[in-house]
């Protein structure tokens, strides 16, 4: 397999030329800052937001660097992963033309971003026990060779997948990366609750990869909407060429810097929701109407019953909220149902124990 980035990059963006902004074009040390058009007076907040935010966020990134054994020139960050996704259709995809292939079911993001980008989407449907086929994924990739037609850009792979919960192969996910000329891309936003291991660390072994990842789960950080990616710096270059400038403000940068220094809190958090989890699959399976409570190795699990809408109806009622998938391809008849704190998990087996 032969990747060369310049075959896949569309056209416009090899001849984009980024904007620059007063931030990038100086740099040194200084103390009048009349470049950018800021109010100079200062905010009418206590703190001072007047002045724009770290286009690249070196701070957030060198920190990120130590915690990921990543250098900080192979991390993109972006306002939640989401915007990583976008910004692969945009700069990657030919709308009207190319294609990118979505193991299916899984997050359900791709195929919108797909979609807002006029992408051809390619399901394919993951095995009976919610693996990778990985010869139907095969079979489904366009070459780039003669790609005038369209050629299969990328193929996402959500490892631990959402929303069956559990995590592929690692040999069939180095299969893809081994045989596909386009971009691997393998969300791993559930992967600190996995046993499975990152592939952020494989970065130099494999130039089509690209990772995601996010401080929205384990993190606890939805709120602030910050996403990473991972991938080689020719990749990584090219989302900061098509990003918005300033895409994560001064306050998500600061406060994802200082909630950086927690990791003690979070991986403390990553092993009760882990034990909750086994608890709550043990409690979840002793329950009547539950007819198959399916392995996970996220913070989150998949449970198919005998009436889930009725239940996700009776626990709206009761003020429960959790996620109706039923209607979802090789999910039917199943409800997503993220780990809470150990009172939240108590309050849905209670009220889930009332179901007659
Ligand atoms: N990837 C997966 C698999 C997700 O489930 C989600 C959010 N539910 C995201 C990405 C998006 O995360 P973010 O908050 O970083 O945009």
Sequence with gaps: MEFD????????????????SARDEFKGDATVFLDANENSHGSPLPDSYN???????WEVKKKLSKIKGVPPQNIFLGNGSDEAIDILFRAFCRPGIDNVIIP??????????????????????????????IEAISENISPLEGDREGATKLIFICSPNNPTANSFD????????????GLVVIDEAYINFSKQKTFVNELTEYPNLVVLQTLSKAWGLAGLRVGMAFASEQIIN????VKPPYNINVVSQRLA??????????NAWIKETVAEREQMVLALVQLPFVKKVYPSDANFILVRMNDARQVYDYLVKNGIIVRDRSKVMLCEGCLRITIGTKEENVVLLNSLKEIK
């Design 238 to 241: 090219v989302f900061n060429k």
């Design 5 to 20: 980035l310049n075959k896949i990059l569309r056209d416009n963006i090899k001849k984009l030329v980024p904007y620059s």
């Design 51 to 57: 002045r724009y935010p770290d286009p690249l966020q």
């Design 104 to 133: 299916s079911p899984t997050y359900g993001m791709y195929e919108v971003s797909a979609n807002i980008n006029d992408v051809e989407i390619r399901k394919v449907s993951l095995t009976g026990d919610f693996q990778l086929n």
């Design 257 to 266: 810097l200082e909630a950086l220094n927690n990791i003690d809190q979070v």
């Design 170 to 181: 690692r040999e069939d996910i180095e299969i893809i990366l081994n045989n596909f000329n």
